[in-house]
C-alpha cells in the first residue's frame, strides 16, 4: 500500500481511534492536540451498536470492559429529591436513556490512546494555524514549530475544528445551534446517588444532573438553560456567573453543584449545536468526529460516530491502496446515511429535554413513567437502536486485527 504522511488534529476520541487504525496501516500518523496531554476523565459517553463494532474490530473489548461504569438506570427528581419517573438500564435491552455500556470519554480516549502504535509522533499543547493545499499534499502550518507537508489532513478537533476552520469555512456555516447552553465537570458530593443518573428539571428550561463517576463520592454534574436570551458568556467567570444567576432558587442538591463548580478542575461549557455539512472532504481534508458531524449530546450517538467515522475513513484507505480521494469519496459516502440518521434529535429535541413550564415539566415526567409500558415501550424502540443503523463494511485491513491488545504498556509520557 501507499504510505501516507497523515496529520491527525485532535486527541480526544475519532483521533486516536484514526490515528491507531492508520498507524496500524503503516501510514506515518501526527496527531496534533491543543491540551498539555491526554484529557482524562470528562462526560459519560457510550458504546452502542455500530461503535461498539468497531472497538472489538480494534481488538479493544476488554480494555474497555474493565472501565465500564457501574449504573443502575435513570431517575427524574423533584426539587426536594423525590424520584418522579425511572428509567432503569436494563430498559430497551441495556439501550436505553442510560445504557449498559457507558465509560467516560476520558477512559475511552486513554485506552485508545494506549493501543497506538509507538510511531505515531504526539504534538501537546499544539494547533495548526493554516493549511494550504497544491497538487501533490497539504502544508500544515502550526502555532509553534516549522510547517510540514502531508498527503493528508484529518480534522477531529470537535465542535469548534480548527480544520474545518481552515478547510471549509466559518463556524456560521456550519454549526446549527440547539438552543442549550450546557456545562459540565466533577464534583465531589457526600450525598449518594447510588449509580443513578439523576436529573431535575425546573421551570425556564432549567436542567440540573448528575452521573456515576468511577470514583465513590464523586459524581459528573450537568447544568443546562434553553430559551436564554442575549449573546453566550465567553469567558469562565461570565460562564459561572450566568449559571449562579439563573439556579439561584433551583433546590435540591443546585447549591452544592454551584459551589463545587467554581472550584472544578475539568469545568468545561458549550452552546450545544450540531455541525451541519452536506461534504465533510474536500481535497486531501476529511472531519472525522463531531467535527464533521457532531449530532449534539441530546442523541448519545456522537463517540458512535466517532468511532464509526474513524474505522470508515482509515478502511477506505486501505481499499483505495493509499489513494486519497477515492478513499474520501468512499469514507462521505458510506457515512453519510448513517450521519443523517444519527442527527435526528429524540422527539422535543431541547424542548423535550429541557422544558419551560409546570405542565411541560409534569408531561416530561409523564413521558418518563410510560415510555418502558407498552405500547410506548414497542413505539420508542427504534430510537434506541439508531446506533445500529449501518452496515460496516468488514475492511480486511491490518488495522482490524482480531484479538485482544495489551493497552497498559503504554502511558501519556512521549
Ligand atoms: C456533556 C456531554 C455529554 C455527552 N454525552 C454523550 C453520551 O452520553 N453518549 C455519547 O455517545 N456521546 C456523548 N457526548 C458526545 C461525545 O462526547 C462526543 O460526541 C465525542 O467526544 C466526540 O469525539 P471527538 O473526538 O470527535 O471530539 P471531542 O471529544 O470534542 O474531542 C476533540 C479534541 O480536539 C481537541 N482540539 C480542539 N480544538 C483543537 C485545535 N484547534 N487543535 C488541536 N486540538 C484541538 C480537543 O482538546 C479534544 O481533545 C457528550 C458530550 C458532552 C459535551
Not at 480494555?63 to 418522579?84: C, I, N, P, S, Y
Not at 467554581?262 to 472532504?281: G, I, P, Q, S, W
Not at 460516530?305 to 483505495?320: D, E, F, K, N, T
Not at 410510560?370 to 485491513?397: E, Q, S, V
Amino acid at each position: 500500500m501507499n504510505k501516507l504522511r497523515i496529520l491527525i488534529s485532535g486527541a480526544s476520541i475519532a483521533g486516536p481511534a484514526a490515528a491507531l487504525l492508520l498507524a496500524r496501516q503503516g501510514h506515518a500518523v501526527t496527531v496534533v492536540e491543543r491540551a498539555p496531554g491526554l484529557r482524562e476523565g470528562g462526560q459519560t459517553v457510550d458504546l452502542r451498536g455500530a461503535g461498539r463494532t468497531v472497538i472489538e474490530r480494534m481488538g479493544l473489548t476488554a480494555a474497555t470492559d474493565a472501565r465500564l461504569l457501574r449504573q443502575r438506570g435513570f431517575a427524574l427528581v423533584d426539587a426536594r429529591g423525590r424520584r418522579r419517573a425511572e428509567v432503569p438500564v436494563t430498559a430497551f435491552d441495556g439501550n436505553g436513556i442510560v445504557s449498559s455500556r457507558e465509560i467516560l470519554r476520558g477512559d475511552l480516549a486513554a485506552v485508545l490512546f494506549r493501543a497506538c502504535p509507538p510511531g505515531v509522533e504526539f504534538r501537546w499543547g499544539d494547533t495548526v494555524t493554516a493549511l494550504t493545499e497544491d497538487h501533490d499534499g497539504v502544508t500544515a502550518e502550526f502555532e509553534t514549530g516549522a510547517p510540514q507537508r502531508f498527503d493528508l489532513v484529518v480534522g477531529a478537533d470537535g465542535l469548534g475544528s480548527a480544520v474545518r476552520r481552515a478547510g471549509f469555512g466559518p463556524d456560521s456555516d456550519y454549526l446549527d445551534p440547539i438552543d442549550l447552553r450546557y456545562a459540565w465537570f466533577t464534583a465531589e458530593l457526600d450525598a449518594p446517588i447510588d449509580g443513578w443518573f439523576l436529573m431535575h428539571t425546573a421551570r425556564g428550561g432549567r436542567v440540573v444532573s448528575v452521573r456515576p463517576d468511577r470514583v465513590p463520592g464523586r459524581v459528573k454534574a450537568g447544568l443546562a438553560i434553553r430559551g436564554f436570551d442575549g449573546a453566550a458568556p465567553r469567558d469562565r467567570d461570565a460562564q459561572w456567573r450566568m449559571f449562579e444567576e439563573q439556579f439561584a432558587d433551583l433546590g435540591w442538591l443546585t447549591p452544592r453543584l454551584l459551589t463545587a463548580m467554581r472550584t472544578a478542575d475539568d469545568f468545561a461549557y458549550a452552546d450545544l449545536a450540531r455541525v451541519r455539512m452536506d461534504r465533510f472532504v474536500t481535497g486531501r481534508i476529511a472531519l472525522v468526529g463531531d467535527a464533521g458531524y457532531s449530532p449534539t449530546p441530546l442523541t448519545g450517538l456522537g463517540t458512535t460516530l466517532a468511532l464509526v467515522g474513524a474505522y470508515v475513513l482509515a478502511g477506505s484507505l486501505a481499499q483505495s491502496d493509499g489513494a486519497v480521494s477515492p478513499a474520501l469519496d468512499h469514507y462521505q459516502s458510506v457515512l453519510r446515511p448513517f450521519v443523517a440518521t444519527a442527527q435526528r434529535l429524540p422527539p422535543g429535541g431541547a424542548t423535550g429535554f429541557a422544558p419551560r413550564s409546570r405542565p411541560a415539566i409534569a408531561m416530561g415526567a409523564w413521558s418518563y413513567r410510560a415510555m418502558t409500558t407498552w405500547p410506548f415501550d414497542r413505539m420508542l424502540a427504534p430510537l434506541f437502536t439508531k446506533a445500529d443503523g449501518i452496515d460496516l463494511p468488514d475492511y480486511a485491513t491490518p488495522g482490524c486485527q482480531s484479538g485482544s491488545i495489551s493497552v497498559m504498556n503504554r502511558t501519556n509520557a512521549r
